[in-house]
């Protein structure tokens, strides 16, 4: 029931000059990805501003990286809202649009119980009839997947695994133990890479693999493939840029990486807004030790 295995991106969305969508330069940013390994494209996920595009918007992009990747890689569309109705629809266009799975992001704001998730995403997983991806980010939602919830999430068709960003390595074990051996985990969190394949995890849905896509995607496959040893190293070799690109928040530093390697992708809608000097000084830094610049 995987959607894939490996490096899945968190893509940035592109906007033109006067805050539409730029969809040329999203569309050639995808090929970029793929051409560089990327095993799939997740498209309108946090990292992609989903939350300032309109409805409408949201399905443009979707659609567009469905026609971009080609049938290349799977395009996992997001899905994701407070609102169980607005989510279902979401849901519906995604499938729609083309789009071979979703990802449901926990309800933020709303702080429903247990019992209320496994209804939210009963709900999704049915109406978009697509394999579904949970989002764990208790960080930015302030709702938590519990461990012992995912023995009754398994049970519900078409989800198909979770990302994990709780940044707790202790749940994702317990949820590994409460899901089963056939359930797919992919980390949330590019510092956790490795640490989560240990624990039987399929892969990464990565904010660092919109700017190294082919690095992210190697350290996976050298963990499945039994090099433990260069994929640890990897890892390791790459927490000083996951530290730049989460020194603001979450897409604002790696969007403007991007544009810093000519990729064209625009600027924030507000609230989301430029890097402050100090934060950009240190993304700089940290992408000319990877040649980025």
Known sequence: MALFTGSGVAACVAFNADGSLGLPAYEKFV???????????ISCGTTGESVTL????????VRCAV??????VPVIGGAGSNNTAHAVHLAKQVAKAGAQGCLAVTPYYNKPTQRGLVQHFAAI?????????????????ACNIQPATYAELVKIPNIAGVKEASGNIVQIGEVAEAAGPDFPIYS???????????????????????????????????????????AAKMQIGAMGLVRALF????????????????????????????????GLAVLKREMAKFGLI
Request: hydrophobic residues 40%.
């Open 31 to 41: 090929n970029f990805l793929i051409d560089n390994g990327t095993d799939a494209i």
């Open 54 to 61: 309109s409805d409408d918007e949201q399905f443009e992009v």
């Open 188 to 230: 949330g969190n590019d510092d956790h890479i490795v640490p989560v394949l240990s624990l039987g995890g399929l892969g990464v849905i990565s904010v660092m693999g919109n700017i190294i896509p082919q690095y992210t995607r190697d350290m996976v496959a050298k963990y499945h493939a039994g090099d433990t040893a260069a």
């Open 247 to 278: 020194c603001e928040t979450n897409p604002i530093p790696v969007k403007t990486a991007l544009n810093l390697m000519g990729m064209n992708m625009g600027a924030f809608r507000l609230p989301l807004c430029d890097m402050t000097e100090a």
């Open 125 to 141: 997983a049915e109406a978009a009839a697509l394999p579904t991806i949970l989002y764990n980010v208790p960080g930015r939602t």
């Open 67 to 72: 026609s971009a990747s080609g049938g290349r």
